[in-house]
């Protein structure tokens, strides 16, 4: 927490209860007042509102007005107030004119103690307007004034102010050097309200650099104070008591710390503000519980009062985690609306630093959803911010997220940019842990580029660079390496670090980490034909997955079992664990289905509050506008100031200012045009967006209506079945159940397919299909899956040849264009009458093939074929033997042909058979 709040915290409150001092013995009693709470300070996380300021300032203003009945003395103290409060409201120009004019009468008078106070302000002001060299100077000469004055508190609470600057520039070791300073004369003259500040600050900071057992040290000692001294900020410091426990996962503990702090809240000034906070932090430990509902009810509260409370930094907080909440929930498009809110906030409130976290939050969900385009773009954006006014850590971070996002779409070379650009920003903040992490994802990007020598020669510099104190990330690196040595089959090597990253999971009590280690290890093992030592890791490796209860670890390590007794020739355990391994991927296979099932939801989801994301994205976007021209504003302001001053020093600039100020007002005039085009080009996307929304939910229930009653049909079947032989089982002849047993098993197939379809088609309009466009040759594809239909076209007395003549070397998906054949062979060989004929040609199409799949069957007339790839209308005709269809294997086919860059079309008339010809790209060989 910034000492700006905790300065301006003490000072309002000095403030409130001086003007609450009845007018009879105001001259009396006013100095003492003031001085015990001006030069007082504690821990206050929670902000002074913006109302507040403003309450203050009009206050501040009516006594300074009336200079005669106030001394000299106090219209500094009062000056210095006035500074932080319009700091706090962003009047920099006005903070900077009161300190001005406070410095000027301490000054006169000579007054040290006063110079001092001043210049911890003016080190205050400084610093907000991001000139840190020269707070750093003003905060230092406030030290040395108090020393010479003999003023030991002042001094102290100086070294405050030096401490907390160096924490905001992650300088942590000079800000806990600055801290000692400031404790040492705190608890030496009995400053027991500063010593409670500064022992809060420095727990802070033990805890931000997981030091556990100091911060919890620092922040009881301060309690132990604060309650012994009665003092009104329990509250505060019970909530700092809580993030330290958060923060070492101890939630339970976070919990009770965050709801003890609420009851102490009637004492607490400003106590709406804390009590929102509160609530939001314990609304993180709900989270972290995965009492999801609970958790947004209880931000709901704490969104109120900071309704209420009218402060837009601390309202945008809320709606990010209102949208980190969603995300952990899976309401994905609740998750994106909520921080699309947040960004529109902080973009009105022009905060750089939260701007770049809001756009870090949106980013990590589109990529989440592996939307990498949009991730990207609002990645870039962070990045922006960050490199403007970050810190190190932060602009590491941000390059980080922008590689793993080129990781992820498989663009390695930008990737590996962007992890070097982290890594040198990452080496700035001495924090080798932070070092070693960036060096690791370099060292990924290289192996995927198969760059092995570099790959090796950067995991190992991560590995020396982690300290050993970090055991997670060592472990990483660990596990990282012994996959890279089995990349490059050296097993030796790849045994040890696997044997390192099992000690290191172990001591992190990482169990997922320890059971795939010591499957790596049994595997190799394995391979070594050291049967004893694999059996006894795959076996413990096996256990640990029953444990954690993860279905793919136990797959794979069920499979790694069955390939040892397999080899050792014990074949009913290798039974056993393949019946096991097939169950695992079953179970999995369910678990995919029910995803892709979700996945189509959130789809429609999404489509439904599309329309509301994209008003706010646009708003964002002409907010950016906004805040251009009122820098180009401020800009042409300080240009006519510049003028003003200089014509009367220098005429001969007067027509250098006047066309500089022409050129700004003109570039303010193009940015009003392009904020008017933007907003007239939103609003016609949108109401094009809501037109194409209405008619694809339209198109898509039509499509649903048509699906539930195709389900209905071999369900109703199936059941009625079932039933006469569940009634009529004494009285049936084996005949008779041969008879319902084939009709069942029709039913039955008939519905498999349509679901599997389904499915298929869900799969297609959730982009959950990967797409792998690889060169293959299109003969070899041709042959194999004919192949696969001539089983069936023989049952019908059906010839299926191949008139390619040509070979070509195709570039598309494989598994897409297999699907595509296999749909158009099976149509073909269904509408093909017995002694047909059905024939595949290709030919050259500049850079695309043309392959047509050509049949003898009975044709369609053309009102047949429009209605043909349709999503709204459901078409489907029984075969030349009454074989059924879906109606989706056209739709299916349309969609891969589509995503492989080419067109389907078909030609047919009555009689005379059907053609469906597709295109790929080719790439011809020589």
Not at 488 to 494: D, F, T
Not at 732 to 747: C, F, K, M, Q, R
Request: overall charge neutral; proline content about 1%.
């Amino acid at each position: 927490m910034t000492n700006i709040k905790l300065y301006l915290g003490i000072t309002f409150i000095a403030l409130l209860i001086l003007f609450s001092i009845g007018q009879a013995n105001a001259q009396e009693n006013r100095k003492d007042t003031l001085d015990a709470f001006l030069f007082s300070f504690m821990d206050a996380p929670n902000p002074i509102t913006p109302d507040c300021s403003k309450e203050v300032l009009k206050k501040i203003n009516f006594q300074l007005k009336r200079e005669k009945n106030i001394t000299i003395e106090e219209q500094i103290k009062l000056l210095v107030i006035g500074a932080e409060a319009n700091l706090n409201l962003k009047r920099t120009q006005e903070s900077a004119e009161f300190i001005n004019r406070a410095e000027s009468l301490a000054r006169k008078q000579g007054n040290k103690e006063l110079i001092a106070t001043v210049s911890i302000q003016r080190g205050d002001f400084l610093r907000v307007i991001i000139e840190k060299e020269k707070a750093l100077d003003a905060y230092k000469e406030a030290i040395a004034t108090a020393r010479s004055a003999g003023e030991k508190f002042i001094e102290a609470e100086a070294y405050l102010h030096v401490g907390s600057l160096y924490r905001a520039d992650e300088n942590h070791k000079q800000a806990i050097a600055a801290l000692e300073q400031s404790i040492a004369t705190s608890r030496k003259n009995n400053y027991y309200t500063l010593l409670i500040s500064v022992l809060s600050i420095r727990s802070a900071i033990f805890r931000d650099l997981s030091k556990k057992s100091e911060a919890l040290s620092d922040i009881d000692e301060a309690l132990s104070i604060a309650k012994a001294q009665n003092s009104p900020y329990l509250a505060s410091m019970l909530n700092i008591k809580g993030s330290i426990h958060y923060r070492f996962g101890e939630i339970d503990l976070g919990l009770e710390n965050y709801r003890k702090g609420l009851s102490q809240l009637n004492l607490q000034p400003f106590k709406d503000d804390l009590e929102a906070t509160l609530q939001e932090n314990i609304a993180l430990c709900l989270k972290e519980k995965l009492q999801y509902n609970e958790a947004k009810l209880t931000l709901d509260s704490a969104l109120n009062s900071r309704k209420q409370l009218a402060d837009t930094n601390a309202l945008a907080k809320n709606y990010t985690q209102q949208g980190n909440v969603s995300l952990q929930a899976g309401k994905y498009a609740d998750a994106l609306e909520y921080y699309l809110r947040s960004l529109e906030l902080r973009q009105l409130a022009g905060t750089s630093s939260e701007i770049a976290s809001s756009q870090t939050s949106i980013g990590l969900l589109y990529r989440n959803l592996g939307l990498n385009t949009k991730a990207i773009s609002y990645f870039s954006d962070a990045l922006d911010q960050r490199m403007a006014h970050g810190s190190n850590v932060e602009i590491g971070e941000a390059n980080t997220h922008m590689g793993n996002a080129y990781f992820d779409i498989k663009n390695y070379n930008d990737a590996l940019h962007y992890y070097k650009e982290a890594h040198i920003y990452r080496q700035k903040t001495k924090d080798k842990a932070l070092e070693a992490r960036s060096l690791n994802s370099i060292a990924t990007a290289y192996q995927e580029m198969k760059s092995y020598n570099k790959a090796e020669a950067f995991y190992l510099e991560a590995l020396a660079t982690n300290p050993t104190t970090d055991i997670k990330g060592r472990a990483i690196i660990r596990n990282n390496l012994g996959n890279f040595y089995l990349a490059i089959n050296n097993k030796e090597k790849a045994l040890t670090n696997f044997n390192s990253a099992l000690q290191l999971h172990k001591a992190s009590q990482n169990l997922l980490g320890q059971g795939l280690s010591l499957r790596k290890i049994g595997e190799i093992y394995l391979t070594q034909k050291d049967y004893s030592k694999a059996d006894s890791c795959l076996l413990a490796s096996l256990n640990i997955g029953k444990t954690i209860k993860n279905l793919e670890h136990l797959k794979n390590t069920n499979f790694a079992l069955y390939r040892l007794y397999f080899e050792q020739k014990d074949y009913p355990k290798a039974l056993n664990f393949y019946v096991a391994y097939a169950q695992e991927q079953d179970s999995i296979a369910q678990t995919k289905s029910s995803e892709d099932l979700i996945n189509a939801r959130l789809s429609v989801e999404m489509e439904k509050k599309k329309t509301e994301i994209t008003r706010i994205e646009n708003e964002i976007i002409v907010l950016r506008k906004e805040a251009q021209l009122q820098e180009s504003e401020s800009k042409r302001q300080w240009y006519i100031v510049t003028f003003l001053i200089a014509t009367s020093v220098l005429l001969i600039i007067l027509g250098s200012v006047f066309y500089r100020a022409y050129r700004l007002k003109k570039q303010k005039a193009t940015l009003l045009q392009e904020k008017y085009t933007i907003t007239k080009n939103a609003n016609d996307q949108l109401e094009k967006s809501e037109i194409s929304l209405k008619r694809l939910n339209a198109t898509k229930d039509k499509f649903f209506a048509i699906i539930a009653h195709d389900l209905k049909s071999p369900f109703n079947a199936l059941l009625g079945l079932s039933e006469l032989l569940k009634q009529r089982a004494s009285e049936l002849t084996p005949d008779d159940v041969l008879e319902y047993g084939n009709a069942i098993h029709a039913s039955s197939a008939k519905l498999f397919t349509l679901l599997e379809n389904l499915l298929q088609w869900a799969r297609t309009q959730t982009g959950k299909i990967p797409f792998n466009p690889t060169v293959f040759d299109l003969t070899e594809i041709l042959t194999s899956n004919i192949s696969i239909q001539e089983l069936t076209a023989k049952i019908k007395n059906i010839t299926i040849k191949s008139d390619s003549k040509e070979n070509f070397k195709v570039e598309a998906d494989l598994d897409m264009v297999n699907t595509i054949l296999r749909n158009l062979l099976t149509n073909a060989v269904k509408f093909t009458p017995s002694g047909g004929r059905i024939t595949i040609s290709t030919a050259s199409e500049n850079d695309r093939v043309a392959i047509s799949v050509t049949d003898t069957g009975a044709g369609m007339s053309q009102e047949e074929m429009n209605l043909l790839f349709r999503l709204d209308v459901h078409y489907t005709t029984k075969g030349t033997e009454n074989e059924s269809g879906t109606g989706l294997g056209l739709i299916i086919c349309k969609e891969f042909v589509e995503q492989n860059n080419g067109e389907i079309t078909v030609s047919s008339k009555v009689g005379q058979g059907t053609t469906f010809t597709f295109t790929l790209p080719i790439r011809k060989t020589l």
